[in-house]
């Protein structure tokens, strides 16, 4: 598997070839992002070291891509399924504006704590199992705002 | 009587271990095949009338017979596992419950096509799979399926995980090669085809999770008893995903040329509360909608677009009497103006025109001559763009007006939705 630790994120001898070494790149930022939660300036520098490849590229390649965060996140990140099959079930909506009221917080916003954010996401691949959601790499189906409360307390205590 | 074969394990407890897979008769197709010269091989997957499940139904076999036979070159096989299209949940079932099928697709597809190495690409969202995958690949190792001389055949494969990272567009075959590069998923122009030029620039087959799940069966039993299902020009079995109003959505595994009206009323159950169907999409978000009046249409590649639509990924989502188009339309247009890459300008642009013009529309606020301006931004994007995500981006909307224009011209003379 094309995927590293952060304790790989050391410079690597110059043989691999350039477009191999490239490649690595994705499995490269999904390290970095685990370890802090999100890409700081100094995560994307240590991933551009770590591959040699300029951090331009880094850059271009990680912004492109919804999963990797450029900014902070809550340690508890909170990703609604807005997609069609979970809208027609009456999910996508009361789900959000459900967490939203609990949360205080809109779409895009993080809590004052850092414990939470909240994002609308594109379709889960749940679309049979819906409303659908995932928190940070857990998936979560058949949500209701009831389910969701004891999600939330649970989280909330951790 | 249909049999499933596709999802035949699915429900075993530990369905994705190698040894789950093993007891129930799985890697003796590859033996099989390891038998067999490639080009044998090919010519049953080309007789199978096996077509791509991904979305597209380009036919397997003349894909697999369009890779440079000179074996100093060296070939990849690419795993499309990046199931995205709104609707559709069948590749994520096959990846996390049965990968070793799917690893017995490639292997016997790298044979055929003489590739050393194979990548699955799975979606960034679908960590489960992405886990599981590690540990099939594993078994698969351990149990000699991957690696040096399969098997005493002289064959070698190595294969390895990459994860997505939350791009739609990286289910198009080149955009998935460029991020397989480590680049931002935006499509190559077509010409030179990845069977030419692909991922590192090496001749590159990619194929989606359902289509490869269809090799081992075609392998053993045979490329006639594949092409005995199905209609004239769509052979074989087919997961249709089915979600929405219904009482029972799930994945249904059923011979293509099934009528969506026996999808729905009979495998998914129905109507939810016994409402009236109002349309279904029968192919994913990008494919046109239909309305209940054409759901005697078999689901297959000729008939669905006979009817104007397309048999897409075969994800159905069902709408009930009380869905707005509008909003559906509008919604689907949020989600491409999303995941447009933003290389092509129509697309760019276009799907974010749309989704505007759609957004005001639900909203009361439309203004006369919106829907032609709606039908006129479909025409400059439909075809000008380098992948066909522009082709389908305009399907919605596009056919939510050609069916049910009347909702679209009460949100603007009344300004409110009908149904809201």
């Keep these: 598997m094309n995927t590293l630790t952060h304790q790989d994120l050391k410079p690597l001898p110059p043989p691999l070839e350039d477009p191999q070494r490239r490649a690595r790149l994705l499995a490269a930022l999904y390290a970095a992002q685990d370890q802090a939660g999100w890409l700081s300036p100094e995560a994307v520098q240590e991933v551009a070291d770590s591959l040699h490849i300029p951090v331009g590229q880094v850059l271009s390649t990680a912004s492109f891509y919804t999963m990797f965060r450029l900014e902070p996140k809550g340690r508890y990140h909170i990703q609604v399924c807005e997609g069609l099959s979970c809208y027609l079930v009456d999910g996508a909506e009361t789900l959000l504006e459900h967490i939203a009221r609990t949360l205080g917080i809109a779409p895009g916003q993080m809590t004052p704590d850092g414990k939470f954010t909240l994002e609308v996401v594109q379709c889960l691949a749940s679309c049979g199992t819906a409303p659908a959601m995932r928190v940070n790499d857990e998936l979560y189906e058949h949500m209701t705002p009831d389910r969701m409360d004891a999600l939330l307390e649970r989280l909330k205590g951790e | ?420």
């Design chain 2, 1 to 420: 009587m249909f049999e499933p074969v596709l999802t035949r394990h699915v429900h075993l407890p530990a369905s994705e271990k190698i040894t789950t897979y093993l007891e129930n008769g799985g890697y003796t197709a590859v033996r099989r095949a390891l038998e067999k010269s490639p080009e044998e091989i090919i010519d049953m997957v080309k007789r199978s009338g096996l077509r791509g499940r991904g979305g597209a139904g380009f036919p397997a076999g003349v894909k697999w017979g369009f890779m440079p036979r000179d074996p100093s070159i060296p070939k990849v096989v690419v795993i499309n596992a990046d199931e995205g299209e709104p609707g559709t949940f069948k590749d994520r079932m096959l990846i996390e419950r049965d990968p070793h099928q799917i690893i017995e697709g490639v292997i016997i597809a790298a044979y055929a096509v003489g590739a050393s190495r194979a990548y699955v690409y799975i979606r960034g969202e679908l960590s489960l799979a992405a886990r599981r995958w590690v540990e099939a690949i594993a078994e698969a190792y351990e149990h000699g399926f991957l690696g040096r001389d399969i098997l005493g055949s002289g064959m070698s494969l190595d294969m390895e995980v990459h994860r997505g990272a939350g791009a739609y567009i990286c289910g198009e075959e080149t955009a998935l090669i460029e991020s397989l590069e480590g680049k931002r998923g935006q499509p190559r122009i077509k010409p030179p085809y990845p069977a030419q030029t692909g991922l590192f620039g090496l001749p590159t087959l990619v194929q989606n999770v359902e289509t490869l799940a269809c090799v081992p069966h075609i392998i053993e039993r045979g490329p006639e008893w594949f092409a005995s299902i199905g209609t004239a020009e769509s052979k074989g079995p087919k997961i249709f995903s089915v979600s929405g109003h219904v009482n029972r959505p799930g994945n249904y595994e059923l011979p293509l040329g099934v009528s969506l009206r026996e999808i729905i009323y009979e495998h998914a159950g129905g109507i939810r509360g016994g409402r009236k169907l109002k349309a279904v999409i029968p192919g994913g978000a990008s494919t046109p909608m239909l309305t209940a009046e054409q759901i005697d249409v078999p689901m297959a590649f000729e008939t669905l677009r006979a009817v104007g639509s397309e048999l897409g990924t075969g994800a159905v989502v069902v709408m009930d009497e009380t869905t707005c188009m509008v909003e559906v339309a509008r919604r689907q247009a949020k989600f491409f103006a999303h995941e447009s890459c933003g290389r092509c300008t129509p697309c760019r642009i276009g799907s974010v025109r749309l989704y505007e013009l759609l957004d005001r529309i639900e909203q009361g606020q439309g203004r006369a001559g919106d829907i032609e301006t709606v039908l006129e931004l479909t025409r400059g994007i439909d075809g000008l763009t380098f992948c066909p995500m522009g082709a389908a981006l305009v399907n919605p909307p596009r056919s939510a007006i050609q069916h049910f224009r009347a909702e679209f011209e009460y949100h603007l003379e009344k300004g409110v939705c009908p149904l809201h």
